[in-house]
């Protein structure tokens, strides 16, 4: 049952990644450069409504669908890390236009080569697991 | 009901997104999509060669299961849901991306320059994708999540770091937009 309810919420993402054109190299590519409302409005209104729900969660007495308590867990402070990584990630959004949700959505439409950017960013992030010790975090 | 077939607005997906990240949370789970690439890493076996890989991978399956259900979905949005999969970006963007020698820009979904099956054989293709792929791996990790978990999931829960780490995201889009690809394309 939760692993079919997983599933639905996934089919529910990709369908609105690829409607919605978050997943277009195109949209990516315009967001950069500041041509279009289109995805500062996306992520806009997603996080203004993501705040009241999470507040909703948090001040009322919200649980799970399965009655346990909903953890958020917080992110731990630092600066460089967030930075320096977000940086990385963002250099490699714009090239590829497609970032680690969208870039699923586009295997099921059909977009072959973009299994090369998936492989490559699992190579990627193996990367970062061998010579994280030595980055500033 | 040919309006199922449009585009979707911002004002419809990003409530929508937002939807998205609600019911994982009333699943008991936290949005966040690029911890998989640290999952299926494990489950190739790169535990062998870091300890950042060793992990119980098992108890992120259920987050594999979205990844399958976003693949799912991508199907179904882009088969069943859509006819003209072109996407009205604004002219003055097609005509600059033209110049770059995107020729496809305001005709398809992604640009046929990197997307069709011709770049599986194009050696430039290959290198930026490759290239894109690393960097968002990469970077994902360091920065500790992507768009899904500090764009989405962290900053609606106010997380200071998740906005450093978003204007990290923009620097690093304005670079490769406005410095970098004058000089690749």
């Not at chain 2, 970077?139 to 978990?149: F, L, W």
């Amino acid at each position: 049952m939760r692993t079919l309810s997983y599933l639905l919420i996934g089919i529910l993402f990709g369908i609105t990644m690829f409607k919605s054109e978050a997943a277009s190299w195109f949209r990516i590519y315009e967001m950069f450069k500041f041509e279009s409302f289109h995805m500062y409005g996306i992520i806009g209104s997603t996080v203004i409504i993501g705040i009241i729900l999470v507040q909703l969660i948090k001040r009322m007495p919200i649980k799970s669908f399965y009655g346990e308590t909903i953890q958020f867990p917080p992110k731990a402070k630092s600066f460089s890390r967030y930075m320096f990584g977000g940086i990385l990630f963002g250099l490699g959004w714009a090239l590829a236009g497609a970032c680690p949700g969208p870039m699923f959505t586009l295997v099921g439409a059909g977009y072959v080569p973009i299994l090369v950017v998936i492989i490559a960013s699992i190579l990627g992030t193996f990367l970062y697991g061998l010579i994280k010790d030595k980055l500033p975090h | 009901m040919d309006w199922i077939y449009e585009p979707w607005p911002w004002y419809v997906s990003g409530p929508m997104i937002a939807l998205v990240m609600f019911l994982l949370l009333m699943v008991g789970k936290n949005f966040g999509m690029s911890s998989n690439l640290r999952t299926m890493c494990t489950i190739c076996g790169a535990g062998k060669k870091a300890d950042f890989f060793r992990f119980d991978w098992k108890a992120q399956r259920w987050n594999l299961v979205v990844v399958l259900g976003a693949i799912i979905g991508g199907f179904i949005g882009s088969h069943l849901m859509t006819v003209d999969s072109a996407v009205a970006i604004n002219p003055d963007t097609i005509s600059r991306l033209k110049e770059l020698g995107f020729s496809s820009a305001g005709k398809t979904y992604l640009p046929t320059e990197l997307f069709d099956m011709n770049a599986m054989t194009d050696m430039k293709s290959l290198i930026l994708l490759s290239l894109g792929g690393l960097l968002v791996g990469f970077g994902t990790r360091y920065a500790g999540g992507c768009t899904s978990g500090h764009a989405i999931s962290g900053l609606s829960n106010l997380q200071l770091p998740s906005l450093i780490a978003v204007v990290g995201f923009f620097i690093g889009g304005l670079i490769m937009i406005h410095l970098i690809f004058p000089l690749i394309f």
